[in-house]
């Protein structure tokens, strides 16, 4: 099992920057990759990065691709989603995502909230 635990989240202006974290323990010695989901009321859960830990290969919705940067620290096992340049669209709960050999996993999910 892994267990994952997400922070950073928080009310911000539009325009605005907010740094998201997520570290995974547990069973972690065959991660694939992790990521960054989010949902917005009413709607479905929708990617929005990922970044592959073999390599370091990363990965963008297009939607925030230029505004968001994922980024990586391989001896803790945590995942960092730096978000500049916030809009309301960018109001969700966003959703760590970790995927070994096998199996994937969710996090409990950190709010971001976007105001004008």
């Known amino acids: 099992q892994v267990q994952l635990v997400e922070s950073g989240g928080g009310k911000v202006q539009a325009g605005g920057s907010l740094r998201l974290s997520c570290t995974a323990s547990?069973?972690?010695?065959?991660?694939?990759?992790m990521g960054w989901f989010r949902q917005a009321p009413g709607k479905e859960r929708e990617f929005v990065a990922q970044?592959?830990?073999?390599?370091?290969?990363?990965y963008y919705a297009t939607s925030v691709k230029g505004r968001f940067t994922i980024s990586r620290d391989n001896a803790k096992t945590t995942v960092y989603l730096q978000m500049n340049s916030l809009k309301l669209d960018d109001a969700a709960v966003y959703y760590c995502?970790?995927?070994?050999?096998?199996?994937?996993?969710w996090g409990q999910g950190t709010q971001v909230t976007v105001s004008s």
């Open positions: 995502n970790y995927r070994d050999l096998g199996n994937g996993y």
């Open positions: 547990g069973r972690t010695f065959n991660t694939y990759s």
């Open positions: 970044i592959i830990w073999s390599g370091g290969s990363t």
